[in-house]
């Protein structure tokens, strides 16, 4: 399937994360799955969510589900090492998710759902999403407990032979006494692998991130 990736929409990032560390393997993976449904979490600006639709709404109807708080995590706050202004970080969000649908060829049904990704991933499940969503892309939270929730959440989430996508492995903020283990993904990550190790297949991926395919429930 050809991919038209010269005509991009004008949108509105302010950092390349995205571009640097996902995009380039996302170009060669989503064309080759079959995704009518797809949940984020961690949308911050856009990036990834911007990608999907332009990408799959070209060729195919869209439920995509954003999941933020937009109050930024640890390193976005005080005297963190990320700070932002997320009230920004939101508006841009929406006017940039906004110019991907609106170029679209076929239908997005966009849901947002603000809040706490734990919160919103046990509502979607209680009203009936286990095993409804063929791709899911995890990049909220960065503190160790966090991530390790959102992966068995997202996984009870996922269809049987969907992906899920974990950003951020290698990463971990920059503190002044050095790094502390439990603010970083890599440990919920390692751990959630190792414990799911019989339900799913980890797949060749760059180093910043982690792609698995669910293999069973």
């Avoid at 009518?36 to 990608?51: D, K, N, P, Q, R």
């Avoid at 939270?141 to 009870?156: E, K, N, T, Y």
């Avoid at 603010?183 to 180093?207: G, H, M, N, S, V």
Wanted: proline share 5%.
């Amino acid at each position: 399937m050809a991919w038209d990736t010269a005509a991009e929409a004008p949108y509105d990032f302010t950092n390349g994360w995205f571009e640097g560390n996902a995009r380039p393997f996302w170009e060669q993976l989503i064309p080759g799955l079959q995704i009518t449904s797809a949940l984020e979490i961690g949308s911050y600006e856009g990036a990834s969510a911007c990608f999907l639709v332009d990408r799959i709404a070209a060729h195919a109807p869209l439920t995509l589900h954003c999941v933020d708080t937009w109050a930024g995590g640890i390193e976005h706050q005080g005297d963190g090492s990320a700070t932002a202004d997320m009230d920004a970080v939101e508006e841009r969000f929406h006017r940039n998710i906004q110019r991907a649908i609106r170029r679209a060829a076929h239908p997005v049904d966009l849901r947002i759902h603000k809040g706490r990704s734990d919160a919103c991933l046990s509502e979607l499940l209680a009203i009936g999403g286990r095993g409804s969503l063929d791709f899911i892309y995890v990049d909220g939270s960065h503190q160790a407990p966090d991530v390790l929730c959102d992966a068995v959440l997202a996984f009870r989430l996922l269809k049987v032979g969907g992906h899920l996508v974990f950003d951020d492995y290698l990463w971990s903020e920059r503190l002044p006494a050095g790094q502390d283990p439990i603010r970083c993904p890599k440990p919920a990550i390692d751990a959630f692998t190792t414990l799911y190790c019989r339900k799913l297949q980890i797949l060749e991926a760059p180093l910043w991130q982690i792609y698995v395919r669910k293999t069973a429930d």
